[in-house]
């Protein structure tokens, strides 16, 4: 009975529907960008591994599978994912309860390491602990004498992955921890619990989904990661690198396809476990506001040694981001430390081509990019019809993606008419719409599941259609969202590598692929100067953002 009650409700929501062309049309276009773009090359990377010239095949996965290199590769994949996740959340969660509990000292400064991993290239400390630990590292050759280091492989992207990934889980787990209400915590402290009690019998258990949530967050970043395998993983191979490897060193496109879907599978299955089953357990256990302001810890015999943890760690992290436009100053590095400016002219000379064409290829995909974001969450929370389940689940599936998945995808897909696509900057602003588009869709849903209907009703009531009301009523309500959206996607495209470094051809030409081809030829000052440049063209766009959003009235607290 229910399941006709539902079904007639869905029948006349889309009679509605069909009275409104600019609606139906919205809708159409939305699954047709979806299916074609997201979907298609998926299907594009799964048929390509078990096709070939005979036919259906699993020829490429019985020798993949057999393949002692893939079972080593993979065994890494997963330790590394192991260890970078507990690691990235022990540290997120210590720097969420200093943020959240704990009367700190360095609050502000702690809250800048949340920023810097995104607003620079994701292999950006990969490149200075090299610099500092490397064989010709300044702490390891020049103050410790120590000849033969190598900072390649396990240990070097554990640590660099763990700096990088650990602010995901900090953002995280201090949004949950400002949500638990106070009052449960001092009733137990009320009853003679101490402060240890406390926090493993009402805190931590509370904190678990979430604490899981931040672990399957930070692993499938890890395991998706591509550019620090690249830059520090040495011999030690994971299988984000090896799909590259395989597909454009081996010229092997079914053998890195093959991997593809198998790292493809991981990150789904990793992917629907943390969305549909520990984030929903993480909003039943801690819910709603808390009902009255915390007081903070004061106790110095906690506060202190809690302080003094994370201000080792931010200055550690942030003495890696100041060594790169140092780095980009001196000679050789490691060789000959005198000062001079000729890796900066090198690329004024040489590299302006990668400067405009990132900022440019960005610049265009930022406004798309936020304009359909915003419009796939309009239908998705205030319409209903047949696939909006489809249309929620696939503008989100990029976030689980790997960007070597989608690399790979675009290349198998947009290769052969009728999309002929490679080798133009439109599919590099697609590669950028699309993985960008999931955060921009989660913003958009927040911010319209906070807003009344009644308003947009009213709208409709009066005689508006779908468009009228999306852009005079909706959109003006969800600017915090959009822009942020935007800001978002500037930033993630101009950093962009593990997709588009399939993609790039000689026309085009990017500043993270740029930088990776430099620290692959050993020439880290000018890898480093590209570095210094993108993270002030980043720094000076989000400053412009800011600004322009600062007139029209939002505070950059509302993005």
């Known amino acids: 009975m229910a399941f006709k009650s539902r079904f007639k409700n869905d029948v006349n929501d889309m009679k509605k529907i069909w009275r409104d062309p600019m609606l139906l049309t919205t809708i159409i276009f939305v ?6 773009f997201i979907l298609y090359p998926l299907f594009s990377v ?29 065994s890494n994949t997963i330790l590394l994912g192991f260890i970078v996740g507990i690691l990235s959340t022990f540290l997120g969660f210590i720097f969420a309860y200093a943020d959240s509990y704990i009367r700190s000292h360095f609050k502000r400064l702690f809250n800048v390491v949340s920023i810097l991993p995104i607003v620079s290239p994701p292999f950006v400390l990969a490149l200075s602990v090299i610099m500092l630990f490397g064989q010709r590292g300044l702490i390891t050759l020049r103050l410790l004498k120590i000849s033969n280091a190598n900072i390649y492989g396990l240990k070097g992207l554990v640590i660099v992955q763990t700096l990088t990934f650990f602010p995901v889980a900090y953002l995280l787990l201090t949004g949950l921890l400002k949500k638990i209400d106070p009052a449960m915590e001092e009733a137990a402290r009320n009853m003679g619990a101490s402060r ?19 672990f399957l967050l930070t692993f499938i970043e890890t395991v998706a990661d591509f550019s620090n395998p690249m830059v520090i993983g040495g011999n030690f191979s994971t299988l984000a690198t090896q799909i590259y490897l395989q597909a454009i060193g081996n010229y092997d496109m079914q053998g890195g396809s093959t991997i593809a879907v198998i790292l493809l599978a991981l990150s789904i299955l990793l992917f629907i476990l943390e969305k549909y089953w520990i984030e929903r357990k993480t909003y039943v256990t801690v819910t709603g506001k808390a009902s009255r302001e915390r007081d903070l810890i004061s106790d110095r015999k906690i506060v202190w040694p809690i302080d003094v943890f994370c201000l080792l760690v931010t200055v550690f992290v942030l003495s890696l981001y100041v060594l790169i436009p140092i780095g980009a100053l001196f000679k050789v590095w490691g060789v000959n430390y005198n000062l001079t400016l000729d890796h900066f002219k090198y690329v004024f000379n040489l590299g302006t081509k990668a400067l405009t064409d990132t900022t440019f290829l960005a610049a265009v995909s930022t406004p798309i990019a936020g304009i359909l974001a915003m419009i796939i969450a309009f239908i998705i929370v205030r319409k209903r019809f047949f696939g909006r389940s489809f249309v929620e689940f696939t503008s989100l599936l990029a ?6 998945v989608i690399g790979i995808g675009y290349i198998l897909a947009y290769n052969t008419k009728p999309l002929l696509l490679t080798g133009t900057a439109t599919i590099l602003i697609i590669a950028f719409i699309m993985r960008s588009l999931p955060v921009g869709v989660r913003s958009g849903v927040a911010a319209l599941q906070q807003i009344d209907p009644a308003i947009e009703e009213a709208a409709s009531d009066l005689g508006a259609d779908s468009s009228k009301v999306f852009t005079s009523i909706t959109l003006p309500l969800i600017k915090p969202a959009f822009f942020s959206g935007m800001v978002y996607t500037f930033v993630r495209s101009m950093t962009a590598v593990s997709a588009v470094i ?6 085009y030409r990017l500043l993270t692929v740029q930088i990776l081809s430099q620290v692959d030829a050993g020439r880290f000052g000018v890898a480093a100067a590209y570095s ?8 000076i766009a989000v400053a412009l953002l800011n600004f322009i959003l600062s007139r029209m009235g939002i505070s950059k607290d509302e993005i």
């Not at 390509?48 to 080593?72: A, D, H, M």
């Not at 240890?196 to 931040?214: D, Q, R, S, V, Y």
């Not at 976030?399 to 070597?404: D, K, L, Q, R, Y």
């Not at 399939?502 to 026309?507: M, P, Q």
């Open 31 to 36: 699954i047709a960008v979806l299916l074609i």
């Open 46 to 74: 799964l048929k390509e591994s078990f096709l070939s010239e005979g036919g259906f095949t699993l020829k490429s996965y019985v020798q993949v599978i057999k393949s002692s290199q893939f079972r080593q590769t993979f």
């Open 196 to 214: 240890w009690k406390t926090f493993t019998t009402i805190t931590l258990p509370l904190m678990a989904p979430g604490i899981a949530n931040a």
């Open 399 to 404: 976030m689980a993606v790997p960007g070597t």
């Open 502 to 507: 399939f993609l790039v051809s000689a026309k």
């Open 532 to 539: 210094t440049l993108l993270i002030i063209i980043v720094y």
